[in-house]
């Protein structure tokens, strides 16, 4: 699904690459947590492999798609949860109209949606829990609920493989074991889930790949028990890379 090999990216203005030859495979139904310390460039992967930063050497490809030649394409089939998005208080639009545009990928230019998108968006509402927020303005909502509402708005899309960057950040208790819950669904059906977090409580019980990052590469990379997580990034990279909740 994503494969990886000798990649180098490069922001704009830039004096070197912040990922420096990193080749990585993630296969159908996976769970992955990208982990490491600030800077490492855990972002800077999640926005190589859906096309949003450019790779400019190296082969990246996503569910078979040259990811240097059709980003736009890439996109279209990978969900991304971005990191601590806020909406503008003055956003027009509603918390179903956002989470409707998660369809806009499939629907193609100029297409009204139709049926099986206004199920896709309601279905991605009620899993998520936020039927009461529906016609809100999605500028008043808290920051869980906003975040809540790019969680649906990207289950909507129903997409290949899902990227979220530092997901529970804004979640209550509750709605971490719910989100993690939802997470734990997607890769049961097969979805390869990569998550970067700082945060590895209400993981998912299930086998976790854990991915450490130091300066633009790959430092580890080993499948471990969800109990085992927080000693995985303790014993990589040092007591300081785990939040306390
Ligand atoms: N838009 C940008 N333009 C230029 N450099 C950037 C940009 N975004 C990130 N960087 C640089 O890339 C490096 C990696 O950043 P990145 O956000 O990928 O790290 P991270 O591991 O996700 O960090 P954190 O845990 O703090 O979120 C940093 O040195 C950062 O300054």
Same mark, same amino acid.
């Given at each position: 699904?994503?494969?990886?090999?000798?990649?180098?990216?490069?922001?704009?203005?830039?004096?070197?690459?912040?990922?420096?030859?990193?080749?990585?495979? $993630? =296969?159908?139904?996976?769970?992955?947590?990208?982990?490491?310390?600030?800077?490492? #460039?855990?972002?800077?992967? +999640?926005? /190589?492999?859906? =096309?949003?930063?450019?790779?400019?050497? &190296? /082969?990246?490809?996503?569910? &078979?798609?040259?990811?240097?030649?059709?980003?736009?394409?890439?996109?279209?089939?990978? #969900?991304?949860?971005? %990191?601590?998005?806020?909406?503008?208080?003055?956003?027009?639009?509603?918390?179903? %109209?956002?989470?409707? @545009?998660?369809?806009?990928?499939?629907? =193609? @230019?100029?297409?009204?949606?139709?049926?099986?998108?206004?199920?896709?968006?309601?279905?991605? $509402?009620?899993?998520?829990? *936020?039927?009461? !927020?529906?016609?809100?303005?999605?500028?008043? !909502?808290? #920051?869980?609920?906003? %975040?809540?509402?790019? *969680?649906?708005?990207?289950?909507?899309?129903?997409?290949?493989? +899902?990227?979220?960057?530092?997901?529970?950040?804004?979640?209550?208790? %509750?709605?971490?074991?719910?989100?993690?819950? *939802?997470?734990?669904?997607?890769?049961?059906?097969?979805?390869?889930?990569? $998550?970067?977090?700082?945060?590895?409580?209400?993981?998912?019980?299930?086998?976790?790949? @854990?991915? $450490? @990052?130091?300066?633009?590469?790959?430092? =580890?990379?080993?499948?471990?028990?969800?109990?085992?997580?927080?000693?995985?990034?303790?014993?990589?990279?040092?007591?300081?890379?785990?939040?306390?909740?």
């Amino acid at each position: 699904m994503i494969e990886l090999d000798g990649i180098y990216t490069a922001y704009e203005g830039g004096d070197r690459p912040v990922i420096r030859d990193l080749s990585l495979r $993630i =296969g159908k139904g996976e769970f992955v947590i990208i982990g490491g310390p600030n800077g490492a #460039g855990k972002t800077t992967l +999640l926005e /190589s492999i859906n =096309g949003m930063v450019r790779v400019t050497h &190296g /082969s990246a490809r996503v569910c &078979g798609i040259d990811v240097r030649r059709a980003g736009c394409e890439v996109r279209k089939r990978v #969900g991304y949860v971005i %990191q601590n998005f806020s909406f503008d208080p003055f956003t027009p639009f509603t918390v179903e %109209q956002a989470v409707m @545009m998660g369809r806009y990928g499939r629907l =193609g @230019m100029l297409r009204r949606p139709g049926k099986a998108d206004f199920d896709a968006a309601e279905r991605a $509402i009620r899993l998520v829990g *936020i039927e009461d !927020l529906t016609h809100k303005p999605i500028g008043t !909502l808290s #920051g869980g609920q906003q %975040q809540k509402t790019l *969680i649906a708005q990207n289950l909507a899309k129903e997409p290949d493989v +899902l990227l979220l960057d530092e997901p529970f950040s804004n979640l209550d208790f %509750q709605a971490r074991e719910f989100v993690s819950g *939802i997470l734990s669904g997607l890769v049961e059906k097969g979805t390869p889930v990569v $998550i970067v977090s700082h945060a590895f409580d209400d993981l998912p019980d299930r086998d976790i790949r @854990m991915i $450490i @990052m130091e300066d633009g590469q790959v430092k =580890g990379d080993i499948t471990c028990a969800p109990a085992e997580v927080k000693d995985v990034v303790r014993f990589s990279i040092g007591r300081s890379a785990v939040a306390v909740n």
